[in-house]
Structures are given as C-alpha cells and as structure tokens.
Nanobody, 119 residues
C-alpha cells in the first residue's frame, strides 16, 4: 500500500522552477509535521523544508528565499515550490510525514522523485 504519493519532479534548466506535491493517504490521520528531504549522489539525506501542523516552517539555509513549503490539510497534501533552481539542487526528493497514532508518532516516507537541474 502506497501511503505517500509524490509528483512534480523532472528536468529543469538552472534558474527554472518546479513544484513538488505529496499526497498522503486518507488512512493517515492526525498528521503532525510534513516535509521534504533530498539526497544527492554520494551524499547523506538532508532535510530541505518542513511545516508543522500549525503552519510553522523550517528551511535549510541553502534554499531559503528560493523554496516555499505549504500544506493543504483538507487534502492531506504538502507542496514544495522551488524557484531559482541551481545545479546543486539536483537530488532525489523524498516526502516525509509524521502522524500520531494514540501516543506514538509514526514516520512515513514517499518513494522519491528525481529533480535534475541542468542546462
């Protein structure tokens, strides 16, 4: 069962834009934080941006001012608007959600979507 469905990756030229979407299954309730990680070849996975249930946001320094994270709670969906893309943004982007089940916080991961920034 696929619980997180990502879309929106692809190939874009430097300076271009992409919008990633991640829809969580309706079976995931009590969603807490939603976010995006990325992993470039030979590098560790890093947190790119996250948004809390209350709307507070965090961005890694390298994307501040260029990326915007948002969420639609009615649709269980998180978005990542990526502008002014750079070659160093090239990576597989993974959606992450944590959700409460009783008093336990569970982690959910998407399958990853490739973002390639190249001329």
């Amino acid at each position: 069962q696929v619980l997180l469905v990502e879309s929106g990756g692809g190939l874009v030229q430097p300076g271009g834009s992409l919008r990633l979407s991640c829809a969580a299954s309706e079976s995931i309730i009590s969603i807490n934080t939603m976010g995006w990680y990325r992993q470039a070849p030979g590098k560790q996975r890093e947190l790119v941006a996250r948004i809390s249930s209350g709307g507070s946001t965090y961005y890694v320094d390298s994307v501040k001012g260029r990326f915007t994270i948002s969420r639609d709670n009615a649709k269980n969906t998180v978005y990542l608007q990526m502008n002014s893309l750079k070659p160093e943004d090239t990576a597989v982007y993974y959606c992450h959600v944590d959700a409460w089940l009783g008093t336990v916080l569970y982690d959910y991961w998407g399958q990853g979507t490739q973002v390639t920034v190249s001329s």
